[in-house]
């Protein structure tokens, strides 16, 4: 369709409005998410082509440009030349990448001012609309997820990787941006202001005003300025809301059809999850990348094959790993990270001081292999970085933090792994996975949302690599909780107690629930 706004717009809901869902609604899902139950088989969902067609508009190149876009988004977003079965890198949810961005520029970019999409596969911004007036100087990009490929594949699992894929991006972003840029990164915007500021119809709304396509619903933004210029406190949410929609989406055959069943609900889960109305412009935190992180790294990050995964990692890069993902939001999930060897143990944090803490002892990896899925190679990895908490009652405001903050914080471990020369592969979907009520705390509280498979690149000198797990070992696997919290190293395990038996879960070939 042109790049024009609407002829006539059409009415929206009011700005943080919701549709009814009651919180035993969000637990129901939340539940039958990390439930055994495996998704039921679907139609295979082919990926459209990209919907936003307003023209192609060239980055400026021009020296000294504060924001250089085709560099940040490069080293990001951009699908990686020569895969063409492949558009991120690093998906959190296997390989149908619902991600998409839209930009929102003002002064100061490698780009004109005003509303864009990007398309990462051939890494152009097709322009939608202007800017407002008086608009700051900087990049305000808006991330959406188009739901149908992940439901057709994980159905009733999908939404919440559709939350850990969308952290993801955002950490690719925010650390693509921070070596030129201030960047500043919400994960609590009001879903509806976002759609609004984006120049997008609202989820409820969407295939009345625009049928004929498929609905996208923003869960984060991230914001870069101009280092050194002047420090605006809010982001201008308001000022890119006040304008009339942007141009709309070209149509494509079967985007508007009656959603099946799991589709409607996931869309409608995640708009529900994403309206904070109290609180529209949400906080922002920002973000830096560590010194070791080099453009390299970033482009060359990539979702390691299991084979490549069996090798130990030193306690020092597993301790740096560990803080890396812990300090990058204070409200995020807790983190533990999970090894095997001749001292099978759960690390934690050391508090108030560098290094690692035994939280128990024992091999955690088999049955992290049985709860992933039934994916047997994660029993081989040299470590498992887990991210765990999410609370089985949890408020929508700390089920949509949970998840965004685990993607973003593994996102960020994982490129600093590369950098680190470690091979990494992200995990996503977890069934019946209550690791507190493994080592005995209170069921229900503690539940792993999201892991990140790390082994060591091999050498010269072939290090030792651990023997596979077996299916069998699966089901039950020794776990006991550490004698003390000031253990700060690994002890030999004592003689095994057995953990309250995982749940039956159905077993996936390697790789399938976490396609690379």
Same mark, same amino acid.
């Given at each position: 369709m042109p790049d024009t706004p609407?002829?006539?717009?059409?009415?929206?809901?009011?700005?943080?409005?919701?549709?009814?869902?009651?919180?035993d609604l969000l637990r129901a899902a939340l539940a039958d998410a990390?439930?055994?139950?495996?998704?039921?088989?679907?139609?295979?969902?082919?990926?459209?082509?990209?919907?936003?067609?307003? +023209?192609? $508009?060239?980055? =400026?190149?021009?020296? *000294?440009? %504060?924001? #250089?876009?085709?560099?940040?988004?490069? !080293?990001?977003?951009a699908a990686p030349a020569g895969t063409p079965g492949r558009l991120r890198p690093v998906p959190s949810a296997g390989?149908?990448?619902?991600?998409?961005?839209?930009?929102?520029?003002?002064?100061?970019?490698?780009?004109?001012?005003?509303?864009?999409?990007?398309? +990462?596969? $051939?890494?152009? =911004?097709?322009?939608? *609309?202007? %800017?407002? #007036?008086?608009?700051?100087?900087?990049? !305000?990009?808006?991330?959406?997820?188009?739901?149908?490929?992940?439901?057709?594949?994980?159905?009733?699992?999908?939404?919440?990787l559709l939350l850990l894929d969308t952290g993801h991006a955002a950490a690719a972003l925010a650390l693509a941006g921070a070596a030129t840029a201030d960047v500043l990164v919400s994960l609590d915007a009001d879903g509806p202001l976002l759609s609004v500021a984006a120049g997008?119809?609202?989820?409820?709304?969407?295939?009345?005003?625009?049928?004929?396509?498929?609905?996208?619903?923003?869960?984060?933004?991230?914001?870069l300025t101009p280092p050194g210029g002047p420090v605006v406190a809010e982001p201008p949410l308001g000022a890119w809301a006040a304008l009339p929609r942007a141009s709309a989406p070209t149509p494509q055959p079967g985007a508007?059809?009656?959603?099946?069943?799991?589709?409607?609900?996931?869309?409608?889960?995640?708009?529900?999850?994403?309206?904070?109305?109290?609180?529209?412009?949400?906080?922002?935190?920002?973000?830096?990348r560590p010194g070791e992180l080099t453009d390299k790294a970033l482009l060359t990050r990539r979702s390691a094959p299991p084979e490549d995964l069996n090798r130990p990692l030193d306690e020092e890069?597993?301790?740096?790993?560990?803080?890396?993902?812990?300090?990058?939001?204070?409200?995020?999930?807790?983190?533990?990270?999970?090894?095997?060897?001749?001292?099978?143990?759960?690390y934690a944090a050391a508090p108030g001081r560098p290094g690692l803490d035994v939280r128990a002892v024992g091999d955690a990896r088999p049955t992290l292999a049985h709860w992933a899925a039934g994916q047997q190679w994660i029993g081989a990895a040299g470590a498992v970085l887990l991210a765990h908490g999410c609370p089985e009652d949890a408020a929508r405001t700390t089920v949509r933090s949970s998840h965004l903050v685990a993607g973003y914080a593994a996102g960020a471990a994982q490129a600093y792994a590369t950098a680190l020369g470690l091979c990494s592969r992200p995990i996503g979907s977890w069934q019946q996975a209550d690791l507190g009520a493994a080592l005995g705390d209170t069921p229900g509280r503690h539940w792993i949302v999201h892991g990140l498979a790390l082994g060591a690149r091999p050498t010269t000198a072939a290090a030792p690599v651990t023997p596979a797990a077996t299916p069998a070992a699966t089901a039950a696997t020794p776990l006991t909780p550490a004698a003390t919290p000031a253990t700060t190293a690994v002890t030999p395990a004592p003689k095994p107690v057995t953990p309250p038996t995982a749940s039956a879960a159905p077993a996936a070939p390697p790789g399938e629930e976490e396609r690379p």
């Open positions: 609407d002829r006539a717009a059409a009415p929206v809901r009011e700005v943080g409005a919701v549709l009814p869902a009651a919180p990390r439930s055994p139950r495996a998704p039921e088989l679907s139609r295979y969902v082919p990926e459209r082509p990209f919907p936003w067609n307003g +023209p192609a $508009t060239a980055y =400026a190149g021009e020296p *000294g440009t %504060a924001i #250089d876009l085709d560099r940040v988004l490069r !080293l990001s977003l390989a149908l990448h619902p991600v998409r961005a839209h930009l929102l520029l003002g002064p100061g970019c490698s780009l004109p001012p005003g509303r864009y999409a990007y398309d +990462p596969r $051939t890494h152009h =911004a097709h322009r939608r *609309g202007p %800017a407002p #007036d008086g608009v700051p100087p900087g990049a !305000l990009v808006v991330l959406t997820v188009a739901a149908s490929r992940t439901v057709a594949h994980y159905g009733h699992r999908a939404w919440p997008l119809p609202g989820a409820p709304d969407w295939q009345d005003i625009w049928p004929g396509t498929e609905p996208e619903l923003p869960l984060a933004a991230v914001r508007d059809t009656t959603p099946p069943r799991e589709l409607a609900a996931a869309r409608h889960l995640l708009h529900h999850i994403a309206a904070t109305p109290g609180r529209p412009d949400g906080t922002w935190h920002p973000a830096r890069l597993l301790a740096r790993i560990l803080a890396t993902a812990r300090s990058v939001r204070p409200d995020g999930p807790d983190w533990t990270v999970a090894v095997g060897g001749a001292t099978p143990a759960l």
